[in-house]
Nanobody, 115 residues
Framework: QVQPVESGGGLVRPGGSLRLSCAAS????????MGWYRQAPGKQRELVATITRGGNTNYADSVKGRFTISRDNAKNTVYLQMNTLKPEDTAVYYCKQVGPGYAYWGQGTQVTVSS
């Protein structure tokens, strides 16, 4: 099954940092945008950040100024740098890859922010 692959989750203390990686599936030229979403227990999945083929970015208000989405086209990989993490950032983080006529989700990576 074709899907992007996430990595980099884990346990971190409040105020700490983590960097998530998402290796895209297929050619970078077939991708319109990629994004990070998260789902906390008992809550709906929500958008965290997206980046388009042209490099335009979009962030949820709750992460603006703390999270940064970026990409490395040579590695076909998108990153989410998460700084100043809070307990409410605890969730499973999913990568989404969107292109003409398709949308692929990764399996998710757990991020837990706790002292």
């Amino acid at each position: 099954q074709v899907q992007p692959v996430e990595s980099g989750g884990g346990l971190v203390r409040p105020g700490g940092s983590l960097r998530l990686s998402c290796a895209a599936s297929g050619s970078i030229f077939s991708i319109d945008f990629m994004g990070w979403y998260r789902q906390a227990p008992g809550k709906q999945r929500e958008l965290v950040a997206t980046i388009t083929r042209g490099g335009n970015t979009n962030y949820a208000d709750s992460v603006k100024g703390r999270f940064t989405i970026s990409r490395d086209n040579a590695k076909n990989t998108v990153y989410l740098q998460m700084n100043t993490l809070k307990p409410e950032d605890t969730a499973v983080y999913y990568c989404k890859q969107v292109g003409p006529g398709y949308a692929y989700w990764g399996q998710g990576t757990q991020v837990t922010v706790s002292s």
